[in-house]
């Protein structure tokens, strides 16, 4: 079967960084992404990675092993209102896309 | 602002009713899911509709009945539901659904059933 596994929750300091991991067991991987969700909100795309190494946007940086099947979000400069929940999400081809969500990853950033 | 709006943000329920969930994108995409969030679990993907057509209906029970007027508009109706069908619901859109298919979400519905 398809399965991804991430922390449930992960804790840090304002100003820190901090890195969320995510392991999948997939066939026909394409890619992998991550979305935030702050409570109440709506899940919001934040990167894509399809080939290996580090993608940078802002803050924020995802990277990906294709060969691991692991990948990881990190928060640089952490911020409170960066207190959410995070998915990674693979994207496979089994004969038709189909995009998978981990259970999310709860992060509390505290002053 | 994703886009995506739902409505109603939250609904409480009882057994016996029916009701139903709407959903609008504003984005030109041609591609709706719904999805059911459950506490600390995986989003589980229930349909999926390109070009208004079903093309993904994942084991879901016959008590939710998915609609899609036109690629702006996106319902599901809800008739004899049971407690744990209590979850947030959540819409999505995207551009087409291959390749990368960056999913634009609604802020769900949190439905109580009773």
Partial sequence: GQSLEQPSEVTAVEGAIVQINCTYQTSGFYGLSWYQQHDGGAPTFLSYNALDGLEETGRFSSFLSRSDSYGYLLLQELQMKDSASYFCAVRVDTGGFKTIFGAGTRLFVKA | ?114
């Fill in chain 2, 1 to 114: 602002e994703t886009g995506v709006t739902q409505t109603p943000r939250h609904l409480v329920m009882g057994m016996t009713n029916k009701k139903s969930l709407k959903c609008e994108q504003h984005l030109g995409h041609n591609a709706m899911y719904w999805y059911k969030q459950s506490a600390k679990k995986p989003l589980e993907l229930m349909f999926v509709y390109s070009l208004e057509e079903r093309v993904e209906n994942n084991s879901v029970p016959s008590r939710f009945s998915p609609e899609c007027p036109n690629s702006s508009h996106l319902f599901l109706h809800l008739h004899t539901l049971q407690p744990e069908d209590s979850a947030l619901y959540l819409c999505a859109s995207s551009q087409g659904r291959g390749g990368k298919n960056i999913q634009y979400f609604g802020a769900g519905t949190r439905l109580s059933v009773l």
